[in-house]
């Protein structure tokens, strides 16, 4: 075998496995022979002798593992997530509150947006560092979840990110940190739904209204919040529906929106029934049906024809005209098998040719063919209908079962703004209504929706929790206060976390003041002080709903000026911005694996 210090072995492997794989090649061979990793000589397959006799070296590479790309650690990547997750917070920043300023978004193909709906400009930025898409996947989390203040959770989360940061450039462990904001996290939770949040039953429907035009005060409908505050708060009540457990529920997808050019944005309205932007395929065909039975079709009604690759031999060419007959005839069993169920209204997302419309028109039914899938899913439920994708059955025949249609109680075309329009009325499962929007251009159109989905979403929220609080960065502050105190009750190091806690709630109050190019240390002074106040004096409670009037540039109650939001839209932001925080804290070590290019060029050099 040799001296002990001269111990061959000979790999099948190439070199550059063996270099690379250090700990796993060398230790599992080493245990068996007991000798130090310095002491031994590799063999290649390629004949070429390597001494690793450094244990410095060896230590090195088992350390790296061979790992091709780029690495780093400690401080290092936590400075370089804050530094990213800051970037993404400074883009929404200047947009947040009711005098924040708009983004124009351009991309790739020149196509414009104008907005100040954080949620999409986030959305629209090609965002490359893995820590900031953290954070637009958080400000998506709160569209889906709440429907509004995803700029405030973008914000907060990157300031909390902040603070982390600096306790543990401090010496403080992140264990501690995370240990001090999840406490810090549910005590605040409890605080707002205890102490900060109302009924809405004590303020009745004025609340409803109040909390839509906080939603729409930063939005370019501002000016007429009050119109479509009662436009928003109608509709939502309108498709107030019960479901099997009893639990009263607001569908927002029941109400659609359609947008047409023209006229201004106060000639906007609210249409009992579902529209469909598209109207009747034949002229031929009746402007009203009622009682309306609805088949919702998801494939085409033109003639049919052989799949590409199929090959037919044909020997007289009186066969040939029979095929094509067929072909037609094959349409026209399946239309003549949807009359015959009872439908009187036919909605596909295909197409409907010429020969097939002229079936439709003789029975007297409608047909609309190119609707959109979302909205024909939307109708299916709402009249109780199936969405068909084939008439073939379990044994091969096609059939259609009447069971399959839905139910109106009138189906019929109207005129909006010179396009044709296809209303659905009285529909049998739930109620649905749609909200008509006139604007100048798409660009204001496209913002005016993004401002009545939220709107939407916040009353549905409101409707549904039941809780409302005081707008105007009042629950921002009160926690501040709260959690401040409560810090000095800790003993441990998660004091300073909590008080770090505490302090990064005070950013809302700040960017709203600045936005507003009001004096935000003099405010957010003020602000404080009445939340202090109301905290240590019981006779003093009523403070604890004073938030800024950044139109005069004072401290108000602002639940009785109606500055108010649903309770859970506060709950789940604080949720989402802190564990995003955490984490994105909990990183210390990132690698970013090089592309296949890089990786095969460098396993060629070693």
Known sequence: MGSPKEIIFSFLYKTWFVRHH????????????????????????????????????????????????????????????VVACQAVSNIVKSSLGPVGLDKMLVDDIGDVTITNDGATILKMLEVEHPAAKVLVELAEIQDREVGDGTTSVVIIAAELLKRANDL????????????????????????????????????????????????????????????????????????????SRGEVKYPIKSIN???????????????????????????????????????????????????????????????????????????????????????????????????????????GAIAV???????????????????????????????????????????????????????????????????????????????????????????????ESNMVVAGGGAVEAALSVYLEYLATTFGSREQLAIAEFAESFMIIPKVL??????????????????HHTAQMKADKQHLSNMGLDLSKGCVCNNLEAGVIEPAMSKVKIIQFATEAAITILRIDDMIKIAKDEVMSDRLEET
Not at 381 to 406: N, R
């Open 22 to 81: 250090v700990s796993s090649t060398i230790t599992r061979h080493t245990l068996l022979i007991r000798q130090p990793p310095s002491s031994v000589v590799f063999h290649s397959h390629l004949g070429r002798w390597r001494l690793e006799d450094h244990p410095k070296r060896m230590a090195y590479e088992a350390r790296n593992l061979g790992i091709i790309g780029d690495r780093q650690s400690g401080q290092d990547v936590r400075t370089q997530n």
């Open 168 to 243: 543990v450039k401090n010496k403080i462990h992140p264990t501690s940190i995370i240990s001090g904001y999840r406490l810090a996290m549910r005590e605040a939770c409890r605080y707002v739904e205890e102490k900060l949040a109302m009924q809405v039953d004590k303020l009745r429907k004025e609340s409803l209204i109040n909390c839509a035009k906080t939603s729409m005060s930063s939005k370019l409908i501002s000016g007429d919040s009050d119109f479509f505050a009662n436009l928003v708060v109608d509709a939502v009540q309108a498709i107030k529906s019960t479901n």
């Open 257 to 363: 929106i359609l947008k047409a050019h023209g006229r201004s944005a106060k000639d906007s309205y609210l249409l009992k029934g579902y529209a469909l932007n598209t109207g009747r395929a034949a002229q031929g065909m009746p402007l009203r049906v009622a009682p309306a039975k609805i088949a919702c079709l998801d494939f085409n009604l033109q003639k049919t024809k052989m799949q590409m690759g199929v090959q037919i031999l044909v020997t007289n060419p009186r066969e040939l005209e029979k095929i094509r007959q067929r072909e037609a005839d094959v349409t026209k069993e399946r239309i003549e098998k949807v009359l015959k169920a009872g439908a009187n209204v036919i909605l596909t997302t295909k197409g409907i040719d010429d020969m097939s419309l002229k079936y439709f028109v003789e029975a």
């Open 369 to 463: 063919r190119r609707v959109r899938k979302e909205d024909l899913r939307h109708v299916a439920k709402a009249t109780g209908a199936t969405l068909i994708s084939t008439f073939a059955d379990m044994e091969g025949e096609e059939t259609f079962d009447p069971s399959f249609l839905g139910y109106a109680d009138e189906v019929v075309e109207e005129c909006i703004a010179n396009d044709d329009v296809i209303l659905l009325k009285g529909t049998k499962n739930t109620s649905a209504v749609s909200l008509i929007l006139r604007g100048a251009n798409d660009y204001m159109l496209d913002e005016m929706d993004r401002a009545l989905h939220d709107a939407l979403c916040i009353v549905k929220r409101t409707l």
């Open 513 to 530: 003041s600045v936005n507003a190019a009001k004096d935000s240390t003099e405010l957010v002074a003020k602000l404080r002080a009445y």
